[in-house]
T-cell receptor
Framework: SAVISQKPSRDICQRGTSLTIQCQVD?????MFWYRQQPGQSLTLIAT?????????ESGFVIDKFPISRPNLTFSTLTVSNMSPEDSSIYLC?????????????????FGPGTRLTVL | QKEVEQNSGPLSVPEGAIASLNCTYS??????FFWYRQYSGKSPELIMS????GDKEDGRFTAQLNKASQYVSLLIRDSQPSDSATYLC????????????FGSGTRLLVRP
């Protein structure tokens, strides 16, 4: 498995501001993902971040609100822009580690420790 | 709309008992199935993956997959209070992009 770190671990922000969350992996990975977990809810995929290409956003999430960078194979950032209290969530990055069988599939995702964001 | 369904619980079992957690999914073409454990305030931790029909055992954990019934389960033998957590079922999508769809999770309580 990969060792994943996220910064910051938590933050309290004011409405209308932006926060950039960093995700660092100890090995090169092709695919990184950003999830949101609202209080008491399960994980919702925000976007897939691939190195060298634009992030792919899921329905309900847009680049203007959640811009993502993926400058290399070990690092990604997610920015939560123009925040409102509804953005209060845990934000998680994950990386995919593939099996060697060559069989197409999602394969194993490992999660970072998360960033707990509170917007006042 | 691809879905993964889990009973939210809580599922309460006494220490030493077998806990049985269930999950159904809607994407018939799904190929990969995962169980994650999430303690309160922590991120999900992978505990089992299964790709073929049948059972897969790892220590006290057994994952069971039935693709015909679109059903995956997790059995925890000799449950311990430290197993008390939310268990998330995750399923890959056939159209891939390597995405996972997560169920809402089942909260397990193991009573000492």
């Amino acid at each position: 498995s990969a060792v994943i770190s996220q910064k910051p671990s938590r933050d309290i922000c004011q409405r209308g501001t932006s926060l950039t969350i960093q995700c660092q992996v100890d090995s090169q990975v092709t695919m990184m993902f950003w999830y949101r977990q609202q209080p008491g809810q399960s994980l919702t995929l925000i976007a897939t971040a691939n190195q060298g290409s634009e992030a792919t956003y899921e329905s309900g999430f847009v680049i203007d609100k959640f811009p993502i960078s993926r400058p290399n194979l070990t690092f990604s950032t997610l920015t939560v822009s123009n925040m409102s209290p509804e953005d209060s969530s845990i934000y998680l990055c994950s990386v995919a580690a593939f099996r060697t069988s060559g069989k197409l599939g999602t394969d194993t995702q490992y999660f970072g420790p998360g960033t707990r964001l509170t917007v006042l | 709309q691809k879905e993964v369904e889990q009973n939210s619980g809580p599922l309460s079992v006494p220490e030493g008992a077998i806990a049985s957690l269930n999950c159904t999914y809607s994407d018939r073409g799904s190929q990969s199935f995962f169980w994650y454990r999430q303690y309160s305030g922590k991120s999900p931790e992978l505990i089992m993956s299964i790709y073929s029909n049948g059972d897969k055992e790892d220590g006290r954990f057994t994952a069971q997959l039935n693709k015909a019934s679109q059903y995956v389960s997790l059995l925890i033998r000799d449950s311990q209070p430290s197993d008390s957590a939310t268990y998330l079922c995750a399923v890959s999508l056939m159209d891939s992009s390597y995405k996972l769809i997560f169920g809402s999770g089942t909260r397990l309580l193991v009573r000492p």
